[in-house]
């Protein structure tokens, strides 16, 4: 079959988001309702199979696993990956934060700082979206410190421990809509609408020259 691809109709594009966290999908939605005209895009999550490659690179896991999960789907889809990189621990857990988080949890990392007084750390997103003919990857990051103490009941994974510079709050102590003033992902997905914009409006341009 023929794979999907963006055509001048002027139409909604359907964009699929895969990924098996229900909290990634929900801040990103409230990105891309916010940034884009209402009725231009269908977004919804889709569970597909995220074959993860080893690197310490998020951009090369994100495009490696999207063009997997579209060989599988062909449709329009993203990919996203992100990790908590800590100064301190040299970069850990950074593209390991998932596997990490399982098996440490924030506590962990808490532990694992007991005697570092640098808590700098930052959270990055690399988003890799698929849209036939175009392959494109949006990053963002968040520079901040990792806490003393679990703060927070909101959120997921290190959230309760990741305080955004400036903020006096973690992650896990804000609202999806605050923690989107500040986050990597919510940095990753406003400029991926700003490229849909384009991507659209290209599309209803060539069709009212038409
Ligand atoms: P998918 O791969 O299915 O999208 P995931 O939860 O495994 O979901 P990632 O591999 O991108 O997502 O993220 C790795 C881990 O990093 C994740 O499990 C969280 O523990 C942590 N993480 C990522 N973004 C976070 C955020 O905004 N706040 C707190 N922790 C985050």
Redesign the pocket.
């Known amino acids: 079959m023929e794979p999907n691809r963006v055509r001048p109709t002027g139409k909604t594009l359907t964009l699929y988001f895969?990924?098996?966290?229900r909290n990634?999908y929900e801040?990103a939605r409230e990105v891309m309702e916010r940034e884009l005209p209402p009725g231009t895009l269908e977004f919804h999550p889709i569970e597909v199979e995220?074959l993860e490659i080893q690197s310490e690179r998020l951009d090369k896991i994100a495009l490696f696993a999207a063009r997997h999960a579209y060989s599988i789907v062909r449709h329009p889809l993203l990919?996203?990956?992100?990790?908590?990189f800590v100064k301190a621990l040299r970069g850990f857990p950074g593209p390991y934060?998932?596997y990490v988080?399982e098996k440490l949890g924030p506590s962990g990392i808490l532990r694992l700082m007991e005697n570092s007084s640098d808590r700098s750390a930052y959270?990055e997103?690399a988003i890799a979206v698929i849209i036939p003919p175009y392959e494109k990857v949006f990053k963002g990051r968040v520079e901040g410190i990792i806490t003393r103490q679990i703060r927070g009941n909101k959120?997921?994974?290190?959230?309760p421990i990741?305080e955004p510079s400036g903020t006096g709050k973690t992650?896990a102590e804000m609202s999806i809509s605050e923690k989107n003033l500040y986050?990597?992902?919510s940095q990753a997905f406003k400029k991926l609408a700003q490229w849909l914009k384009t991507l659209i409006q290209g599309s209803t341009r060539h069709m009212s020259s038409k």
């Open positions: 895969v990924t098996g966290n990634k801040e995220k990919v996203e990956d992100s990790g908590l934060s998932s988080f959270f997103t959120g997921f994974g290190f959230d990741f992650f986050s990597h992902r």
